[in-house]
């Protein structure tokens, strides 16, 4: 089989599971190797792994780039969760199988038993069809993109295949978590595509993941008695851009006890409305709540 036959053949069985990725395409330049784009486009030379499994240059022995050649280069996607979105439903658009839920629940640190939030920025791994060489196992290819090989049981699920040996020519797809543009790279994604898969849902991911990293800081603001700084901190997560309900609702309860706290009954009162806004069930435990938290939010 020539290299172009292969590459024809990863490329059908790509578009046959899922929906375009955010993947694009490079012209290799004179002097390029694949450690230096990987190194350029992923801030990693050693993910040129990732890059010779994407474009099947390492079936039957190996194979080198050259320049004018045009190689793939695998990225993430991202989607904003609307109405009616379900891991398993999500799963199905971009992974091509609703049973895949759970990698991708897992991948945006979630559940698949739980849906995701309207307005949540998902992150979609980007996936690569390995073509299996001789002595591939499950095991090996796990090795080889995720350093572990005792997660080939993993990628059998995914496929949908039992332990039997693999064939010379499977494909098999592997969802590469991690796997990140470095600045560079999504330049480069913008000249070659016009975007990284959309840049809103992308810039949406970035602030969200911003905040998650801010909300425990902000308890503790609270459980610490800083009150000032528990105030400018919510605030400043609010004001950074499009959050989920649940975030909000954590911001707006956190700012509820510090408005409480610093005599700001006004402001607490509207603390209060914006935290029932956002908490599908939003509760006051007398035992657990302060009179004061509680006649805020009677006003």
Request: proline share 6%; net charge neutral; charged share 20%.
């Amino acid at each position: 089989m020539t290299a172009r036959a292969v590459l024809a053949l990863v490329a059908l069985g790509v578009l046959t599971w899922a929906r375009p990725s955010a993947a694009f395409s490079h012209i290799v330049k004179p002097g390029e190797t694949l450690s230096q784009i990987a190194a350029r486009v992923y801030g990693e030379a050693r993910k040129e792994t990732v890059l010779a499994g994407a474009n099947a240059l390492d079936v039957q022995g190996g194979s080198a780039i050259v320049p004018g050649m045009r190689i793939e280069i695998p990225a993430p996607a991202h989607h904003t969760v609307i109405a009616g979105d379900t891991w398993s439903s999500l799963a199905l658009t971009w992974l091509g199988d609703g049973r895949r839920s759970d990698v991708l629940a897992r991948h945006n640190h979630a559940v698949a038993w739980v849906d995701p939030p309207i307005g949540l920025a998902v992150e979609i791994p980007a996936v690569i069809a390995h073509i299996a060489a001789d002595g591939d196992t499950s095991a090996t290819i796990a090795a080889r993109y995720w350093g572990d090989a005792n997660r080939g049981w993993e990628l059998n699920a995914f496929n949908g295949r039992h332990e039997a040996p693999l064939q010379r020519g499977e494909i098999v797809l592997v969802w590469l978590p991690g796997l990140e543009l470095s600045d560079a790279g999504k330049g480069e994604a913008l000249l070659s595509t016009g975007q990284v898969g959309s840049q809103s849902d992308t810039g949406r991911l970035d602030i969200q993941r911003r905040a998650d990293a801010e909300l425990p800081l902000l308890a503790d603001d609270v459980r610490q008695g800083r009150y000032i700084e528990a105030v400018a901190r919510a605030n400043r997560i609010v004001a950074s851009g499009p959050l989920t309900r649940p975030a909000l609702a954590l911001i707006y309860r956190a700012l509820l006890e510090a408005y409480v706290a610093l005599g700001a009954d006004t402001a607490a009162t509207a603390a209060c409305a914006s935290w029932r806004a956002n908490d599908p069930n939003p509760r006051l435990d007398p035992s657990l709540t302060s009179p004061k938290v509680r006649e805020a939010c009677a006003r």
